[in-house]
């Protein structure tokens, strides 16, 4: 079992204490938060072993888990990393694409693995689509939450956008080739809205929206592509898949046939994947347990969690553009 402990014990850094004690590939020995009042609170509510220093929990774990505020994410890593642990970070992986440069020069150095918690690629209504989605051609997403003060100290880009450029950087096999967008700051100083299109060099296109001051909360996403199409609600967990398909000659009375004006016919049918349940951040800390037992790259390495924040800071400099 690997040794793990977390740094940063707030809402999300509890659940991945909960989560590594819970597992089988983890040993969880402890926490450290520099908040003296959290980390109280968290060391009597739960039992927890409390470090007094972030160097004193690295040293006694062989993966750290660092669910700090962003802000905080490179320094803490840079000490994770060159003390040649192995390091689980969330997203997003740092604030700027330099610093995350930095972070991959350093585990490359110290021969350790990095992934980074992009935890829609775990959910389980994408993952069972994602072999299904080949060449989309149009992609449209959707993430709208209500306000939660949590998400503030970083732009609507990096705390919610984010997510849907990994996924679809994750199925899109081509490079960014122009990033147009807009934001509107209305509760913080920061967007709160922010709509972005993305090009790729093969045709593709992504439009996303995002929102931290919707009435209800949303997040779908939608792939077009040749003969299908292709639905995501990461929310609801549920996912449906529209195919077309020549259309026989001698349909059945229930069939749905398109025809177009050039006379050819097509036949709409639905698939229903199955979506296995699971804890998403649970299999995403297991699978870095994987990822380090059999020396294989992590699902989301830290050069993807790098790239996914360098398309989300160039729509931010798109704002201002």
Known sequence: MLKAGVIGAGHLGKIHL????QSSQYE???????????????EKEFSYKR?????????????????????????????????????????????????????????????????????ERFNPAFRAVKDKIEF??????????????????????????IHDIDVILSVVDSKVKKISASGVSVI????????????FENGCVANLTASRISLKNMRKARFFQKDAYISVDFLERKCEVVKMKDAPENPDDFA?????AEGMKKQIYFEN???????????????????????TI????????AEALRVANKVIESFQK
């Open 298 to 305: 992590p699902i989301v390495s830290l050069e993807q969690g």
């Open 188 to 199: 913080s100083d920061t967007p709160d809205i922010a709509n972005a299109r993305i090009e």
């Open 51 to 119: 470090f007094s220093s972030a160097e004193e929990l690295i040293k006694a774990v062989d993966v750290v888990d660092v669910v700090t505020p962003t802000i905080a994410h490179f320094e803490v890593a840079k000490k994770v990393l060159t003390s040649g642990k192995h390091l689980f970070i969330e997203k997003p992986v740092t604030t700027n694409f330099q610093e995350a440069e930095e972070l991959i020069g350093l585990a490359k150095k110290h021969k350790v693995k990095g992934q980074v918690g992009h935890v």
């Open 28 to 42: 969880l020995i402890g926490f450290y938060d520099g908040d003296e009042v959290v980390a109280s609170k968290v």
């Open 256 to 260: 749905m046939i398109l025809q177009n």
């Open 273 to 295: 994947p199955k979506v296995e349940e699971n804890n998403a951040i649970l299999q995403e800390l297991e699978s870095f347990a994987d990822a380090i037992n059999n020396n």
């Open 18 to 21: 909960k989560l590594l004690q």
């Open 136 to 161: 989309p051609m149009f992609i449209e997403a959707h993430r709208l939450a209500e306000f939660n003060p949590r998400g503030t100290d970083v732009p609507v880009v990096l705390d919610l956008m």
